[in-house]
Every structure is written in C-alpha cells, then in structure tokens.
C-alpha cells in the first residue's frame, strides 16, 4: 500500500543545531507540503512543492528551508533551530491535478529545542 | 478576520446522540471542502468531503451552505470512537487548503 513516512518520530535538540526532518512519500504524488500543528493555531503550512526542484513558502516559513530532488522525499531543514521551533511537524503529499487537493499526512515528527 | 474559524469546543455529549458542528470561512470563492478527523497526538485523516447538495456517509452527514459561508458536519447516534478533534479544511485557490483549529469532540460513555 502507498504510504508516506516521517522519520524521526521524536526529535530532542539544542538551541542552534541544525536539524532535518525527512519525509518519504509512495504515493507518487507531485505536491508535497510541510505543516507545524501548535495548540491554539492549527496546522499552518511551512513550505510546499509541487513538483521536482519547486519549492515555495507558506505562511510561516522562517527559519526553515526544503529541497525537492525527487519525486518521493521532500526534507525539512531547521538551519538553526530556536526554541520557538519546538512543534509537531506534519508532511502530506497530494495528487497534481486533484481539484479538491485531497492531502495524505505523515504520522509527524514530534520536535523539541532545548 | 481568519479564513477559516471553528468553535474549539470540547463539546462533550453522551453516547448515541448527535452532535453538529460548524466552520465558517472568509473567501467567496473558496472552491472545496473537507472534514479531517484528528485523534490525539496522530495525524489528520480525511474524513468526508463536502458537496453542495450535501453528503452523508453512514452516521456522517456534511452540508454546504454558499450563501452564508460555512459547512457543517452532523453525527448522528455518537459513539465513543468518534471522539477526536475535527478539522475543517477549505480549498481557496488551487493546491492551496487552509485548515481550522478544530472542534473537539468528547462522547462520555
């Protein structure tokens, strides 16, 4: 069955660390997206791709950065993480040219910055 | 004013009754429409789209209304697996989805 994976699943790290989240997608699906889920704000959308070597900013993309050189991965890179970053970080992927834009998420990567 | 606003609840009702909640978004021209249910620390999972003439599957029943903005989503007969938090989502432009806070839902035995 088609899956898309997050990994880690807990993450532990200090302030100033770089750190790179992964998200693995079977699905073959074009678009790719990289959500934060914080009490209070609900998922809010961090960066997202639309296809190979695309990549776009969402609402809160600061501090963040993704690359897409492949179809299957799009990796979340904390290039200097604060404590302000601590998160759950969702990945969804969902099918180019599917008007309702149907995403599939990830399990998440529970994220904590000492 | 947000794009897309739910009453965060908890809304807490005894098994086998039904319960409605409703989303209410901004943009006119927002053009899809989904609830995801979200259970505890797990990822949000599509749980019906929203039709204008209105769906049901099972228990579920979503309705659309244009006109005065805003989505509902009604559960009949509650059981205690459907308690979890429910995510109102919009699509407002192309590939681009927003997603509400989420209401909760707590169905007491």
């Known amino acids: 069955d088609a899956e898309i994976t997050q990994s880690p699943r807990h993450k532990i790290t200090e302030t100033g660390r770089q750190v790179t989240l992964a998200c693995h997608q079977t699905?073959?699906?074009?678009?790719m997206f990289w959500y934060r889920q914080d009490l209070g704000h609900g998922l809010r959308l961090i960066h997202y791709?639309?296809?190979?070597?695309?990549?776009n900013k969402g609402e809160v993309s600061d501090g963040y950065s993704v690359s897409r050189s492949n179809t299957e991965d799009l990796p979340l890179t904390l290039e200097s993480a604060a404590s302000s970053q601590t998160s759950v970080y969702f990945c969804?992927?969902?099918?180019?040219?599917?008007?309702?834009?149907?995403?599939?998420f990830g399990a998440g990567t529970r994220l904590s910055v000492l | 004013r947000k794009e897309v606003e739910q009453d965060p609840g908890p809304f807490n009702v005894p098994e086998g009754a039904t319960v409605a909640f409703n989303c209410t978004y901004s943009n006119s021209a927002s053009q899809s429409f989904f609830w995801y249910r979200q259970d505890c620390r797990k990822e949000p999972k599509l749980l019906m789209s929203v039709y204008s003439s209105g769906n049901e599957d099972g228990r579920f029943t979503a309705q659309l209304n244009r006109a005065s903005q805003y989505i509902s989503l009604l559960i009949r007969d509650s059981k205690l697996s459907d308690s979890a938090t429910y995510l109102c989502?919009?699509?407002?432009?192309?590939?681009?989805?927003?997603f509400g806070t989420g209401t909760k839902l707590q169905v007491i035995p």
């Open positions: 791709s639309y296809g190979v070597h695309d990549t």
């Open positions: 699905w073959n699906h074009n678009n």
């Open positions: 969804a992927s969902s099918e180019y040219g599917d008007a309702k834009n149907i995403q599939y």
């Open positions: 989502v919009v699509n407002i432009a192309y590939q681009k989805v927003t």
